[in-house]
């Protein structure tokens, strides 16, 4: 009888310390409306969200007139990547990033490469309990400087990922993101506080695509651009090129301009190319000539730093001194195989190279 209560006892125990673990945790970017409803203010959606609904993330639900994140602690991709493959050519090069994500988007991109967790229900989805706290230490622990919010989309776990972040800081930790940038000014700029690197998707510079291909819109992407660049977080910009969508030459040297003018020549662009994916399988890979056609423009609108990606081996992976046009970073896929940088100079020609280095 003893043995029972005691195993009935440890039970409780158990789940106890579970059940607190996974406190739900309130959102912080929301107004309450009449009839217990709120409106999330977290993102360009402002989803209007009936007493126990969701918003079009997933992961943001009304209980009793109060906004949860539901998917707060509760990772479901846990890695230690190089922080070539976010990607972040100009920051702290062959660095480890300790990357994680949640359940969740709040995009629909036809293309998405993680659509087994992006676009899914947190509840469908097996997780970790790990608060803020543990990543932080795990990070550490990993041998990692950087911390990535990664692989979905981070803004719809931004309570988790901003406490996390704070920490990180406190520790010595630099935070990076890859996003897609469909979030607001307001929490953009709490965030940016702790952020020291972001990449940014900038799917296409017209709305027609963001709204049949992403579900989305240009306009809020383009202000998160700036907004980054005025809070002096280190940026820079990831196109995925889909052929005949949205890899129309006149298109992209108007997004180029765009950049030189608003975020700097010096700002590092990233043409990536396209395998198909999720609901595009039909869809042809990119071919490497468009690839190199699109480098080309943007070199010629007078962007400095300008990348292929998903193409291994292609020259297009190096960054070139844009003075003496040397290599200064030698890659190969998400390897580094030489730095000629040195005190943020190219060891050649001693010309200043835009980034965050060792």
């Not at 406190?23 to 107004?31: D, S």
């Not at 190089?82 to 994500?101: G, V, Y």
């Not at 676009?119 to 790990?130: A, C, G, K, S």
């Not at 396209?274 to 423009?297: G, H, N, Q």
């Amino acid at each position: 009888m003893k043995r029972c209560l005691l195993i009935f006892l440890l039970i409780c125990l158990v789940f106890s310390i579970s059940y607190s673990s996974e406190k739900p945790q309130e959102a912080l970017f929301y107004k309450k409306l009449e009839n217990n409803a709120v409106q999330c203010l977290l993102c360009p959606r402002f989803c209007l969200i009936a007493e126990n609904n969701r918003g079009f993330c997933r992961v943001r639900e009304n209980k009793s007139g109060k906004l949860y994140s539901i998917s707060y602690a509760r990772p479901v991709a846990i890695h230690v990547d190089p922080i070539e493959k976010k990607p972040l050519f100009h920051f702290l090069p062959s660095s480890k990033a300790f990357s994680i994500a949640t359940a969740g988007c709040n995009l629909r991109c036809q293309f998405c490469q993680n659509w087994e967790i992006s676009q899914r229900n947190p509840d469908e989805i097996r997780y970790e309990n790990l608060d803020p706290q543990q990543i932080v230490s795990m990070a550490v622990d990993s041998g990692s400087p950087v911390i990535a919010y990664t692989y979905t989309e981070p803004t719809i776990f931004y309570e988790y990922m901003l406490d996390t972040a704070r920490l990180a800081r406190q520790a010595g930790l630099k935070n990076v993101i890859h996003s897609a940038g469909f979030i607001n000014e307001e929490p953009l700029r709490k965030l940016a506080k702790y952020l020291d690197a972001a990449d940014i998707d900038l799917k296409a510079f017209n709305d027609d695509y963001y709204a049949k291909i992403c579900g989305g819109s240009l306009e809020p992407v383009l202000n998160t651009l700036k907004v980054l660049k005025n809070e002096n977080v280190h940026l820079e910009i990831t196109t995925l090129i889909l052929p005949g969508l949205n890899d129309n030459p006149d298109e992209i040297r108007a997004m180029c301009k765009w950049i030189k003018e608003n975020l700097g020549a010096d700002t590092p662009l990233h043409f990536s190319r396209f395998f198909p994916m999720y609901k595009l399988i039909a869809l042809s890979p990119t071919p490497v000539s468009t690839l190199e056609k699109l480098r080309s423009i943007a070199m010629e609108e007078g962007l400095e730093y300008v990348y292929i990606g998903n193409v291994g081996g292609n020259a297009g992976e190096n960054t070139y001194c844009p003075k003496c046009k040397k290599t200064v970073i030698g890659r190969k896929g998400y390897f580094i195989e030489q730095i000629n940088v040195e005190n943020g100079m190219c060891k050649f020609c001693k010309e200043k190279i835009a980034g965050v280095w060792n």
